[in-house]
């Protein structure tokens, strides 16, 4: 990976693709080359020169240009973010297939253009999609990530922060599984700073309750509905995750961040792309951390993974 160069290609100039961009633009130094893809290339090209015209008022110089898969020979991260979106009376899988079909069409000339980097997948639904990506591209597991759960535990960690009046930085929790309806918290794992908080909850001296940890594991998990329902789609908090990411891999942090990775036997599972905790560093996924769960939040983590192994095996390859 050329480090020094710090060059990322997003395809897919859609809502999520260019929140990602903005986002990558604002907070400055992340990379220095950023390059759109767009199978409308005429957009692609719009964009292109948005983003410039507000590069006088960016952190930091970025070259920013419109171009082609034979660009992303030389990059360190391509961003997938292109997709098509489910049609009325469409059912999941079909819309799975015809993801796949797009994938097939991005990935083959992306390998054949020489790319050696990282993948960072942010297409729904993530988790197959990433899976996709592995088996399209044939690359180590390590270097195909999906944004998993990312968003869903910044929204935990929000939701928490609120509810006990602490800075959501120093809440430590997450959310893992499928980054959809069978995404849960494992609780036991959750920390106020070095504190459980299953122990701040059976404390009598607070009003703590834990059906209040349940509404807010809820919350979390119906957000993206509700979103949706109020203005069609969702693109920020997920544009900056993504530029969350890889700034964790560009700067070789070995941050712990929630992304969708293959298990190689963690969580007794193996194969499957799924959201858990990560070690994210300028090779990729560097280590998954594995949580102890209790045997309730281990059921829960195996629902997860049997939903997404099913929809995966349910496409044609």
């Known amino acids: 990976m050329n480090t020094d160069k710090r060059k990322v290609v997003l395809i897919g100039t859609g809502m999520v693709g260019m929140s990602f961009a903005y986002a990558l633009v604002n907070q400055g130094g992340i990379c220095n080359e950023l390059v759109l893809i767009d199978v409308n290339k005429e957009r692609a090209n719009g964009e292109a020169m948005d983003l410039n015209h507000g590069l006088a008022f960016a952190k930091s110089n970025m070259r920013i240009y419109a171009g082609d898969y034979k660009d992303c020979k030389d990059a360190d991260i391509v961003v997938i973010a292109a997709g098509v979106a489910q049609r009325e009376g469409e059912t999941r899988l079909d819309l799975l297939q015809r993801n ?32 996709v990506t592995y088996e399209l591209s044939r690359f180590g597991a390590s270097r195909v990530i999906g944004t998993g759960t990312s968003l869903d535990t910044a929204r935990l960690r929000y939701l928490l922060g609120d ?7 120093n809440i430590h929790a997450y959310v893992i599984g499928e980054h959809g309806d069978s995404e849960f ?30 509404s807010i594991e809820e919350q979390v998990r119906t957000s ?6 109020a203005k069609r789609a969702t693109y920020y908090g997920i544009g900056m995750a993504i530029t969350r990411i890889i700034k964790a891999i560009l700067g070789d942090e070995n941050s ?7 298990l190689c036997g963690e969580y007794d599972s193996k194969n499957v792309f799924i959201g858990v905790p990560c070690i994210i560093g300028r090779n990729g ?27 995966f095996n349910g496409l044609n390859l």
């Not at 509810?163 to 930085?169: E, H, I, N, Q, R």
């Not at 712990?256 to 293959?262: D, E, H, I, M, Y």
């Not at 102890?292 to 929809?311: A, H, R, V």
């Open 256 to 262: 712990v961040l929630t992304v969708s990775a293959k």
């Open 100 to 131: 796949t079909e797009v994938f097939r069409s991005i990935i083959s000339p992306v390998v054949k253009s020489g790319f050696d980097g990282i993948f960072l997948v942010a297409t729904n639904p993530v988790d197959i999609m990433t899976r």
């Open 185 to 214: 918290v494992p609780f036991s794992q959750v920390m106020l700073a070095t504190k459980s908080v299953t122990e701040i909850l059976a404390d009598e001296k607070n009003d703590y309750k834990i059906e209040d940890m349940q």
């Open 224 to 229: 993206a509905y509700k979103i949706i329902k």
């Open 285 to 311: 996924v560097k280590e998954i951390v594995e949580l102890s769960l209790t045997e309730e939040e281990k059921e829960k983590f195996q629902q997860s993974k049997t939903i997404l192994d099913d929809s």
């Open 163 to 169: 509810y006990f009046t602490v800075d959501p930085k």
